[in-house]
């Protein structure tokens, strides 16, 4: 099919790997955001492609329709020197029709062949490109093939995919700034963590304290999953890029200052007599009665106990906050509540960021709600804003 200029046509998974990774690197590199992300997207399983080619057959838009439970979802990209002519908005177009089709039932042929008719009207007009990376989930569709639950995700937010996306009815309902620490350019300021406090690395037994310290830190937030200790663990430990030396607790003197690693509750063994038994049964830390992550109360009965207390995981005397890392990246940052404005945020990230330097990391990203005030914070610690990812929906 064609498109203004363009051939389109659909792309060959693995023999246009690095064209696709070239073209992302091109967009991202005047829009800010992280290619990698953008580039995964085309690589999912079942996915539904399709890409515009020049004349000298060099891939300058592309996007990929892939499924998900339940819904699909579709990421675009435009190259920066074909911007202005209306490609965003045909690969925009292509994707609701593609999406709505898939979502509706539609067979994977059929769905390509309704939304080439998407891109061959609507490549010639004259709605303004997209500007970054694109992505739109589909969370379903009416009857008949009418889009609907549309969340349009871009990793790279610009004035002109604002407006693309007005141009759709799409209004913004989330944005987050993804921002990056040079550590082969500048060294991570030293920050002492507030006396009383001392920064434990992550182990598999320190990991429920870890978890009551995120519990504590985010449960308020709206949006909060409430995940028990388990499944935030192994969302936290079981990705294999997960680095447990760069991860810290602020632990209080009510943790391993008392003198046993992995013992929330302070003491050799607990009320039930079961020494190192974090759970009140030997081995349990996935949330059985007396587990450290979830009771009120603590199986050893001591009030201000940092595993035993609904409400403030820590306290005063307990674990003041936690961050957590991957490769290349600071995954979590919270603060308890008690302990917020006393520089436990700042230190556990600039003593990471020392870590990951001192094992030959060269950079360092995190992404920060733009609402958050964190961010501000990471700004004086020597973090630059890279782009803006944002989530658009109507």
Not at 92 to 109: F, H, I
Not at 152 to 161: H, I, M, P, R
Not at 202 to 214: D, G, K, V
Not at 365 to 381: E, F, H, I, Q, S
Request: charged share 20%.
């Amino acid at each position: 099919m064609r498109g203004g200029v363009l051939t389109w046509g659909p792309l060959d998974g693995d023999g246009d790997r690095e064209a696709v990774a070239a073209l992302a690197g091109r967009c991202h590199g005047a829009d800010g955001g992280v290619p990698e992300v953008t580039i995964s997207r085309f690589a999912a399983d079942g996915v539904i492609t399709t890409g515009g080619r020049t004349a000298t057959g060099v891939l300058v838009a592309a996007a990929a329709v892939r499924p998900l439970s339940p819904g699909v979802a579709l990421i675009g990209l435009v190259d920066p020197a074909h911007r202005g002519a209306g490609v965003g908005g045909a690969l925009l177009d292509w994707g609701l029709a593609t999406a709505t089709s898939v979502v509706a039932g539609v067979t994977r042929n059929a769905a390509t062949s309704a939304a080439t008719s998407a891109v061959g009207s609507v490549a010639g007009s004259t709605v303004g490109g997209v500007t970054g990376s694109v992505a739109i989930s589909v969370a379903g569709g009416a009857a008949g093939g009418a889009a609907g639950g549309v969340t349009v995700e871009t990793e790279a937010l610009t004035g002109a995919a604002e407006r693309l996306f007005a141009s759709r009815g799409l209004r913004q309902v989330f944005a987050e700034d993804v921002m990056r620490f040079d550590l082969a350019a500048a060294e991570p300021p030293v920050l002492p963590l507030p006396p009383g406090l001392t920064a434990l690395e992550w182990t598999p037994a320190r990991a429920p304290r870890f978890f009551a310290a995120y519990d504590a830190a985010f449960r308020e937030r709206p949006g909060f999953p409430a995940w028990p200790v388990e499944r935030w663990v192994a969302w936290t430990a079981g990705d294999e890029e997960f680095r447990p030396q760069w991860s810290l607790l602020a632990a209080g003197p009510a943790g391993d200052a008392a003198g046993l690693e992995g013992d929330t509750a302070g003491l050799e063994g607990d009320a039930a007599g079961l020494e190192g038994d974090t759970a009140g049964l030997e081995g349990d830390a996935a949330g059985l009665e007396g587990d450290t992550a979830g009771l009120e109360g603590d199986a050893a009965g001591l009030e201000g106990d940092t595993a035993g207390l609904e409400g403030d995981a820590a306290g005063l005397d307990g674990d003041a906050g936690f961050v957590t890392c991957a490769e290349g990246w600071v995954v979590q940052v919270g603060v308890v509540p008690s302990w917020r404005g006393r520089g436990v945020g700042g230190a556990l990230v600039a003593q990471a960021l020392r870590r990951m330097r001192a094992d030959g990391a060269g950079q360092a990203l995190l992404d920060v709600n733009v609402d958050n005030p964190a961010g501000r914070l990471y700004a004086r610690l020597g973090f630059r804003t890279l782009g803006r990812r944002a989530r658009f929906q109507r």
